[in-house]
């Protein structure tokens, strides 16, 4: 059996904070918008230092570790969100607070060597999820956070929000940009 290939959905179809994220992406196929976003976010994890890890470019802001976690409590959360819909479940979901996220996790932060595992694993496992997913899956339109949205755009969402925040480390905590 060949795997679909699952394009991007038209803007109307997703809430519109959301189109920043699409507009990242030059793929219009999801599987390998995720499989590139993982490629440059593994490669940019390992080539840094421990020590980087622990950099935050401001006061108030998050360590480049903290923003990985974001990238991967994001990706937890939204994958949760996009197989509730791909099963037609029209319960609306909450939103979170993505900082409340973070300040809980400094409580028993991840190693550095383990947050690639981590983040290599759920990549894997979310391209597994959507693979799974047929065309009635991915487009049925659920709530979250009063919005309304589907499989199809929260796939796309996490890879370019992926991307986004790879961007910012590079441009923000690395001065690359």
Known sequence: MSIMMITKPPYADAPEYYHQYFDLLPENNLLEALKNSMQLTLQQMQSLDKQMYVYAYAPGKWTIAEVYQHIIDCERILCYRAF???????????????????EASRSYPLEVEKLSTHYSILRQQTILLFESMNNDMLNYKGTANQLQMNARGI???????????????????????
């Open 84 to 102: 509730r819909f791909s099963r037609f479940d029209d319960t609306p979901l909450a939103g979170f607070d993505e900082d409340h996220y973070i």
């Open 155 to 177: 796939g796309f969402m996490l890879a370019g929000h992926n991307i986004h925040h790879c961007n910012v480390i590079s441009e923000r905590y690395l001065n690359k940009g």
